[in-house]
């Protein structure tokens, strides 16, 4: 079974010439709604791809009318939502400004998702044969009691270092890494985690590998329109290539990268296959505007 445990969100998307600078305005002509929060994106991911189903996102929205709406999308595209609590918190709302190049720029207002308890995550979803995966939109340390008791019970945990908090103690990224069987961090994500240990400067590759040996685990790097480099705690790297594609918006493509990678892993085990499948999986996610709206099914990744 794959177990998220992570952020829901309701995201504004605007696109514009260009991405505002520091005390610029930028005019757009309107704005879409679109379902977002990363622990939402990577469980509707898993969930499109997955043969056996079995997806199920633990997290927390608000009473209003988003939370009740990211409720419905969730369970329309086959998520768990059993354990979808609802507190007082405003849901989790993000503001996304896309750029006619397909970048992006991304302000989140947690809301709810700060809300988000370990204890929320009942005995019964973890075993063995538990894929975990998380996030940083929630409470670290929440996050990481839900890393050690499926670690404890023999599971395997996956966990994407974003967005990099903007301070945080090598304490807690060495628990982290002592608590993850795979590490996901794209370019910038790999050079900031390898600095919080002390490594500054280094190339993203040779900070991904970094990571590895640091933690003990694989370190699955991925860099965009370059694909992914797998790098394991021996040092030993693969290169998997992305598809060719003229991207629309890049927003959600790591997240589907994730939650197909999970797929992937308790489909078969095999992690190659599953890095290999999963960065063709969020090239295919930059043809539509929206994190999930691009998102692959399962019959369009086979194909």
């Known amino acids: ?17 260009s991405i505002p600078r520091p005390g610029e305005t930028v005019l757009s002509p309107s704005y879409t709604t679109t379902f977002g929060g990363k622990g939402a994106n990577q469980a509707v991911a898993a969930a499109r ?15 209003d009318a988003f939370g009740a709406s990211a409720r ?11 354990h979808l609590g609802v507190g007082p918190e405003p849901t989790g709302c993000a503001f996304i400004t896309v750029d006619e190049r397909g970048e992006n720029a991304i302000t989140v207002a947690s809301g709810a998702n700060l809300a988000l308890k370990g204890a929320a995550v009942p005995a ?38 974003a967005p990099v908090p ?5 304490e807690d990224l060495s628990d982290l890494l002592a608590a993850t069987d795979f590490l996901v961090v794209n370019e910038h994500e790999a050079v900031a985690a390898a600095a919080v240990l002390g490594f500054e400067g280094l190339a993203f ?15 699955v790097a991925t860099a965009g329109a370059d694909g992914a480099t797998m ?48 960065v063709k999986g969020a090239s295919l996610s930059c043809l539509l505007v929206g994190a999930q709206p691009g998102m692959p099914y399962r019959h369009q990744l086979d194909r």
Do not use: K, Y
Not at 205 to 219: D, I, K, Q, V
């Open 72 to 82: 419905a999308n969730l369970h329309d595209n086959g998520v768990g939502i059993d």
């Open 1 to 17: 079974m794959i177990l998220v445990f992570g952020s829901v969100n309701l995201d504004l998307v605007t696109r514009v010439s």
């Open 166 to 170: 903007a301070a945080f103690r090598r």
């Open 49 to 63: 791809v997955s043969a056996a189903g079995g997806v199920c996102l633990v997290a927390r929205v608000g009473t």
């Open 124 to 161: 019964d979803l973890i075993d063995g044969g538990t894929v975990l995966v998380l996030q940083m939109e929630v409470p670290f340390g929440e996050s990481l009691s839900v890393a050690q008791r499926v670690r404890d019970a023999g599971g395997r945990v996956i966990w994407n270092f």
């Open 231 to 278: 790098i394991d705690f021996n040092g030993q790297r693969a290169h998997f290539p992305a598809s060719r594609v003229v991207p629309i918006d890049t927003t959600g493509a790591g997240d589907t990268f994730v939650g197909i990678l999970a797929a992937g892993l308790v489909e078969d085990g095999d992690l190659a296959t599953a890095v290999s499948r999963a």
């Open 205 to 219: 590759e040779h900070a991904a590998e970094r990571l590895a040996r640091a933690g003990n685990l694989t370190c």
